[in-house]
Every structure is written in C-alpha cells, then in structure tokens.
C-alpha cells in the first residue's frame, strides 16, 4: 500500500528536479515550508477555522438531507412533488451558489457554512430517499403487526434500515464539503485554508502554496479515515452479516 506514494513521491522529485521550474519546488522544499508554516500558530488560525466551517457546514447538511430525506421517501405523493425540484437543484453546480449567498448572507462564516451545506445536502438527501424507499417490506409488515409506529418505526426499521444508504450519501458529502470549504474561503475571507493559499500563490510564495494544498489532502485522508471508523461503529450489524464493505 505504501508503495504507491512512495513513487509518486519519487516522481513528483524527478520532475521538479529536471524541470528546474519555478513552479514545481521538490518534495524536500514543501516539507521544509510545511514544517516551517504550518507547526507555528497559522495552523490554529487558518486550518482550524476552516475545519470547524466544515463540520459546522456538514452537520447541517446532515440534519437537513436525513430529514427531509425520511419525509419524501415515505410519502409517494411528496416525492412526486419534490422530484422535479430536487432535480433542478441538483443540476445546479454549487460553486455557482457562492456569489448568490454571498449577497443574502454575507461574507462572514456563515456564508461559508451555507456554501459547504448546500453542496453536500444533495448525496445525503438522495441517498436517504433512496434508502427509505428500499425498506424490506417483510420487516414493514411484521412492524405494522406488532403494533410498531411513531417515533419508534422511525428509529427501528426506517432509520436503521436506510442507514447503509444514508451513510453511503454522508462519505460522498465529505469529499464535497472539503471542496467547497476551500471554494468559500477563497471569497472575501481573511482566513482559511482557501484563503491562505490563495495568498501565498498571489505573494509567488510557492513552497509554502503547495504545502498549504499538502494539508489539505493530509485533511481530507483524515477525515476519511475517522468516518470509516464512524461508519463501521454505526454499520456494525451490516457488516456483521457480511454486506457490502466498499
């Protein structure tokens, strides 16, 4: 597994060696700038900011796309209604979004929290639907015999049965909220990773710009990993009987 990186690393190097650009510093030069700039306090006001926005963001997301993706997925006659709605905004790029909800929120964080939740709504919402939509309907009978309803159907059967949907639509929204975290803060912010590198590449400070984006896929495998450890805790009774494990 770790051979990978390892040539990629190794090319990365012979590239920039041989090249001589300006523009492409060698692995060795990023690692001297990323110890030099990011193991300093820039790392508590520019990466943590950005992460908190992302959670912030991604937790919205999460609570609007699993509620309303319960709601339509149990009502056929709400998701003939939203269907074409949900269509049309989900063909909308939400980079396209950034400068609309700037004018109606502003340019303060949470503007940027919006930005992040309106782009991973839709895996979450979609998949909730999806997942809903595809409950055993041997389970929905045997619950409707014994009397299960209300708040405990919702938890017992509906929940828990399109929750391998559910967060099969939380780890595509992760990726997407990583995105748009940068695309916000590359808009009148004064912090943030996006912010940060985008002030480096403006100062010709390359080094330090390629290591900000070094962070960011350092970030990003983080976060990765932490939610296939969630996912697997919240899944265990899934993955218990053998099911899909990509």
């Known amino acids: 597994m770790a051979g990978v990186p390892v040539l990629l690393v190794l090319a990365w190097w012979a590239y920039a060696v041989l090249s001589e650009s300006f523009y492409v510093p060698t692995p060795g030069e990023v690692a001297g700038a990323f110890a030099e700039t990011w193991f300093s306090p820039r790392l508590v006001e520019d990466a943590l900011p950005s992460v908190l926005r992302l959670l912030a963001g991604y937790l919205l997301a999460t609570v609007a796309g699993v509620g309303l993706g319960v709601a339509i997925g149990l009502s056929a006659r709400l998701r ?18 950034v400068p609309l909800i700037m004018l109606l929120a502003g340019i303060d964080d949470g503007m ?11 895996p979450i919402l979609l998949n909730t639907v999806e997942g809903v939509r595809a409950l055993d309907e041997v389970l929905s009978d045997t619950c409707r015999m014994y009397g299960v309803r209300g ?3 919702l938890r017992h059967l509906v929940l828990r049965g399109a929750s391998p949907q559910i967060m099969t639509g939380l780890r595509q929204s992760l990726s997407v909220g990583i995105i748009l975290m940068v695309i916000s803060e590359m808009f009148a912010s004064s912090s943030g990773l996006g912010f940060t590198i985008v002030l480096f590449q403006r100062g010709f400070a390359i080094p330090e710009m390629w290591s900000g984006i070094l962070l960011l896929g ?9 939610f296939r450890r969630l996912e697997r805790r919240v899944l265990y009774w899934y993955y218990g009987r053998g099911g899909d494990r990509a």
């Open 151 to 153: 708040t405990s159907r």
């Open 80 to 97: 003939a209604a939203a269907e074409p709605v949900l269509e049309f905004f989900r063909a909308i790029p939400p980079p396209v979004l």
């Open 112 to 122: 940027k929290v919006l930005v992040i939740a309106s782009g991973c709504v839709w």
């Open 218 to 226: 350092l970030l990003g495998y983080l976060l990765a990993v932490l």
